[in-house]
């Protein structure tokens, strides 16, 4: 995910390097932010609604998108 993460930041919009920061801070270890996964899923929704707007150069792309989370085995230990 860090490999991922650092390439976005070198080749995204300011938006998307914005919101990729945005859900980077409330992810990390040390956050003093309090988690909750509608906030993870809010955010990362954005992000990836960005991302699409800047891959597609389409405005209508994300009409009626949804909410997304990702799928996984476990909560990072911090926010349990």
Known sequence: MAN???KLILIGSS???SLAMNFHNLIR???SEKFTIEKHNE???QLVKAMRKDLYANKKINFQYPCVHLC?????????
Request: hydrophobic content about 35%; cysteine-free.
């Open 43 to 45: 955010l990362l929704t």
């Open 15 to 17: 938006e998307v390097v």
């Open 72 to 80: 996984g085995t476990s909560k990072p230990e911090n926010h349990v």
């Open 29 to 31: 270890i040390g956050n």
């Open 4 to 6: 991922a993460h650092n």
